[in-house]
Each structure stands twice: as structure tokens, then as C-alpha cells.
Nanobody
Framework: QVQLVESGGGLVQAGGSLRLSCAAS????????MAWFRQAPGKERDFVAV????????SYTDSVKGRFTISRDKAKNTVYLQMNSLKPEDTAVYYC???????????????WGQGTQVTVSS
């Protein structure tokens, strides 16, 4: 199993930017996709973005397209989520996840980080 640790969350004003990082350790020699999910209070955990093992394929939920960019540095076993033009509705706990497939459902991922809070003020 892969162990994941997120960092980079915080408080930012609307229109601002943040970059989240997720460092992986453990069984990182196995090919795995990496994804970001987010969960607002009282809501389900929702898919945000996913990147393939090679980094050559990415996919985003519609609400973040053009604003967020997912990337990965395989040499560092780290995945990033660059978030620009942040909106108050982006406020949530952000989780990174690792799994064999690139589905958009949380159940498809077997390794999760502890989460990092992102708060966007209006």
C-alpha cells in the first residue's frame, strides 16, 4: 500500500491561488493513478482531478476546468494540485488518493492522505 501526506492548504481570498502537494511513500514502484478529492462540511467526498501513472493523461471535474492543474513528479513521488482563481465554493478538505484505476469514485482508490483544509474567503 502507498502512504500519502498532503500539504499546502490554507486560507486565501477569492481569486487567489494555492498549490497542494501530496508526497507518496511505501509501495511506490507499482504503477498507480493519483487523484484529488474534496469534501465540504455535510457533503459527500467529490472528485476533483486525476492523473495517470505516466502523467500523460489528466481529467477534471467541470467546476475546476481551466482553474486547477494536476501534475506529478515521479522522481519525487509527489503529485500537485495548482489551484488558481479560487472561489468560496472551493472551500473544503482536500484529499489525495492513489489507486490502480482512474475512476472518479472514492471507492476506486485504496490509499488516502489525511486531508488538508482549503478555505476561500469572499
Amino acid at each position: 500500500q502507498v502512504q500519502l501526506v498532503e500539504s499546502g492548504g490554507g486560507l486565501v481570498q477569492a481569486g487567489g491561488s494555492l498549490r497542494l502537494s501530496c508526497a507518496a511513500s511505501g509501495r511506490t514502484f507499482r504503477p498507480y493513478a493519483m487523484a484529488w478529492f474534496r469534501q465540504a462540511p455535510g457533503k459527500e467526498r467529490d472528485f476533483v482531478a486525476v492523473i495517470s501513472w505516466s502523467g500523460g493523461y489528466t481529467s477534471y471535474t467541470d467546476s475546476v476546468k481551466g482553474r486547477f492543474t494536476i501534475s506529478r513528479d515521479k522522481a519525487k513521488n509527489t503529485v500537485y494540485l495548482q489551484m488558481n482563481s479560487l472561489k468560496p465554493e472551493d472551500t473544503a478538505v482536500y484529499y489525495c488518493a492513489a489507486g490502480a484505476n482512474m475512476w472518479r469514485t472514492p471507492a476506486s482508490y485504496d490509499s488516502w492522505g489525511q486531508g488538508t483544509q482549503v478555505t476561500v474567503s469572499s
